[in-house]
């Protein structure tokens, strides 16, 4: 007979090598879990606290404050990662506002079962991303689903960045005669994830853009007078076409697009043209659109082209009064078309 003082529950091992269910239960391999993989990356005296929120210094100026959830799907691709797409993207959202980004929140939903050495190698480059973007995490939260409902791992991100007094940004203060600029290539990003997911081959690997922009739009906002740079914008899902629309349609004013000038690179342009699909609707993870003043367009492009992620920047085309809220687009043969906004996702889970 069984006696009750030799009944015991068992301690949950804490020597794994996949994400267990029971590191989202709040328990001790949930503390283990935080300790072992993520304050040794993250660690600074905010976040060290272990506190359910983060007290903060807030500096002179405006705050600017943006959310995101990445889904990408794989996890890892040419270029990057779901780890450091989310800081740059957290951060480009930032400062498409003109904000200097501060401080970031990340949140994980691990699936049960996803080995914790790729869990290591996407915080790493998570890490690394933050440091280059010189932003601190100073809060975050861990979930564990079950095996087979989570992909892996979602990230969600929560930035907090800084307005100088006095800048304003809007897609509302487009003007007709503004000019439209591109900072980069197009639709690298998309097409590398879809060719890493789809296990497809072509001749030279397609390599996503993701970085931060942040040091790019404040050396653009440094080289044109006050008010000169009407409004920024990264242009990710539904890429250029989805941004201009949207310029388009906050502002009422036409855009004018030459194709020709809109930089995409050989192998992507390749790659979209057998698989049908339109590098302007593709999204990007590197890359800025800029209006501005037209007697500021000179200097905003050099600012750009000077800068390392903008070095194959172009001016792309116009804001016009004709056709206001449509984006127009002529072609290498002098054809004339609307470019739609994209209807639906053509690469779904890119980001």
Request: proline fraction near 7%; glycine fraction near 12%.
């Amino acid at each position: 007979m069984t006696r009750p003082e030799d009944l015991s529950c068992p301690l949950p091992l804490s020597d794994h090598d996949t994400v267990q269910l029971a590191h989202g239960a709040g328990g001790r391999l949930t503390g283990e879990l935080i300790a072992r993989h993520l304050l040794p990356r993250f660690g600074n005296p905010l976040l060290d606290r272990l506190e359910d929120q983060a007290v903060l210094e807030a500096p002179g100026g405006r705050l600017a404050m943006t959310t995101d959830t990445f889904v990408v799907s794989p996890l890892e691709f040419p270029g990057g990662d779901i780890g450091d797409l989310a800081v740059n993207g957290t951060v480009n959202d930032l400062a498409m506002g003109g904000a200097r980004p501060l401080y970031l929140t990340v949140a994980l939903v691990l699936e049960e079962g996803l080995p914790l050495a790729q869990l290591d190698r996407i915080l790493d480059s998570m890490a690394a991303a933050a440091r280059r973007a010189g932003v601190q995490v100073v809060a975050g939260d861990t979930k564990v689903v079950d095996r087979g409902h989570g992909d892996g791992l979602y990230v969600n991100t929560t930035g907090l960045g800084v307005v100088p007094d006095g800048l304003s940004l809007g897609a509302d203060r487009l003007r007709p005669g503004d000019a439209v600029l591109l900072s980069g290539s197009v639709a690298d990003h998309g097409m590398a994830v879809l060719a890493t997911r789809e296990e497809l081959s072509f001749r030279a690997t397609i390599r996503s853009d993701t970085a931060p922009l942040h040091e790019l739009a404040a050396a653009l906002l440094d080289a044109c007078p006050p008010g000169a740079v009407r409004a920024l914008r990264d242009p990710t899902r539904g890429g250029l076409a989805a941004t201009l629309n949207e310029f388009a349609a906050a502002a009422g004013a036409g855009i004018a697009v030459e194709e020709s000038a809109v930089p995409v690179h050989d192998d992507v342009r390749a790659a979209c043209e057998i698989l049908g699909i339109d590098p302007l609707a593709v999204a990007n993870e590197g890359k800025l659109v800029a209006v501005v003043d037209a007697a500021a367009a000179g200097d905003a492009l050099a600012a750009l082209r000077a800068h390392p992620l903008g070095r194959e920047a172009a001016r792309i085309g116009e804001v016009t009064a004709e056709h206001p809220g449509l984006v127009t687009l002529r072609t290498p043969l002098g054809v004339e078309r609307i470019l739609e906004m994209p209807l639906g996702l053509q690469l779904p889970r890119i980001c």
